[in-house]
């Protein structure tokens, strides 16, 4: 199972003063030397945390793999192209929100995400999207051509009793094999922390997890190389 670390909260402390501090390249050096197996971070339309010249940065000092996650939208496409990321992970992106609340909704907008993925692929840059994990939304991912799809596990996180997560657990565990089934990557992510991400890191048919808010809220207490060497023991599989 691989790690990829979202580093977005680093930033918005680095934000909060306005200065460079702490630093988004030294951070990702810390993890990377930690076992992650890959950085990911989301250039907003609003540029409330990642900016552009971070992108860049983070292009010119990751040494493992780079996951750019954004909208579909023009601009930030632009800057995906002069960037050149390992991967696009593309989402829905709503101004008000406090984070990525939703998956895409890849059959409403089959044209246009199938457009951008051949954009992406003609300059060798993979993509995944990510869809809530409802089969129809996976099986229209497939259709127009994606790599990998990122299962939102959003409600799993959220479930409100266990009886409840088990459901939702299910649910990731069937739509990640059925992804796996069409030849699709599958990666995984989004409110994983410490308690749940392990029985998601369990499900076979997953190859990767995004993780961000609960390693930078832990790496407070314990320090980021820490913080990263448990979530990689949590999740590790032989
Ligand atoms: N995957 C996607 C697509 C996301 O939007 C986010 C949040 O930025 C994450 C994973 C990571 O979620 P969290 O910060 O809750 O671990």
Redesign the pocket.
């Known amino acids: 199972m691989r790690l990829t670390i979202?580093i977005?909260?680093i930033a918005t402390l680095r934000n909060a003063r306005g200065g460079h501090e702490p630093s988004l390249v030294e951070a990702t050096r810390i993890c990377e030397a930690a076992g992650a197996h890959g950085i990911?971070c989301?250039l907003r339309e609003d540029r409330r945390h990642i900016r552009d010249t971070d992108v860049r940065e983070l292009r010119k000092t990751i040494t493992t793999k780079l996951d750019l996650?954004m909208a579909a939208i023009d601009e930030i496409i632009q800057v995906a192209l002069e960037v050149v990321p390992d991967f696009v992970?593309l989402?829905p992106e709503r101004r008000r929100e406090l984070?990525?609340e939703d998956g895409l909704d890849v059959r409403a907008n089959k044209l246009h995400l199938k457009e951008v993925i051949k954009t992406f692929h003609q300059h060798r840059i993979a993509v995944s999207l990510?869809v809530n994990p409802i089969r129809e939304q996976i099986e229209a991912a497939h259709e127009i051509e994606t790599d990998m799809i990122?299962i939102?596990t959003g409600e799993y996180a959220e479930a409100r009793n266990s009886l409840h997560q088990q459901e939702l657990l299910a649910q990731v565990a069937q739509a990640a094999a059925l992804a796996k089934s069409l030849g699709l990557g599958v990666h995984a992510?989004?409110?994983?922390n410490y308690s749940n991400a392990g029985a998601i890191a369990a499900i076979r048919a997953i190859d990767e997890l995004?993780?961000?808010?609960?390693i930078v809220a832990r790496s407070m207490f314990v320090g980021l190389e820490c913080a990263v060497k448990e979530m990689r023991s949590l999740v590790h599989q032989e």
């Open positions: 979202n977005d909260h990911v989301h996650e992970t989402v984070t990525t990510f990122e939102h992510g989004h409110g994983l995004s993780i961000g808010y609960s």
